[in-house]
């Protein structure tokens, strides 16, 4: 009985080692680089990194414009002297130029009382839609350059 020669696993052919072997499989060309070009093991590719974004300043303006409604200023009415908020006081007023017969402060005041879900009296919504419908038709006639429509 022939005895066999104890065996390795390489059945009798020369070992390459693996990096040599990968080499040779490798091919360079269009999306493939040379190895030295790639970047090294545990090398990042952008060593700065990204831009650090600016910080908001939203949080901050939003903060500034609460602190400023909620400040407390006093108001004199005739001999009274009443102490309220800037946004109470700021709401009064509006108000007060709607009933005085400002266009903008009718706006505005729609505008707020859309946004808060108050309901108006009929009248006053009317007169608004009747107002907003003007100002579409005339937006929308075409103007001449001496003026006329």
């Known amino acids: 009985m022939a005895s066999n020669p104890p065996s390795n696993g390489n059945n009798g052919q020369k070992t390459v080692s693996a990096t040599a072997a990968s080499a040779e499989k490798y091919k360079v060309g269009p999306g493939r680089p040379p190895r030295e070009y790639w970047f090294k093991k545990g090398q990042s590719g952008n060593p700065k990194g990204a831009k650090r974004k600016p910080p908001s300043l939203l949080p901050d303006l939003k903060r500034l414009f609460e602190q400023a409604l909620s400040e407390k200023v006093t108001l004199r009415q005739g001999e009274k002297e009443r102490t309220l908020t800037m946004a109470e006081a700021g709401i009064k007023q509006l108000v007060a130029q709607f009933a005085k017969g400002d266009r903008h402060a009718r706006r505005d005041g729609f505008a707020y009382a859309e946004m808060l879900g108050i309901v108006w009296s009929r009248a006053i919504a009317l007169q608004s839609r009747k107002h907003s419908l003007q100002t ?11 003026g006329r429509r």
């Open 136 to 146: 579409i038709r005339r937006s929308l006639t075409p103007t001449w350059h001496d």
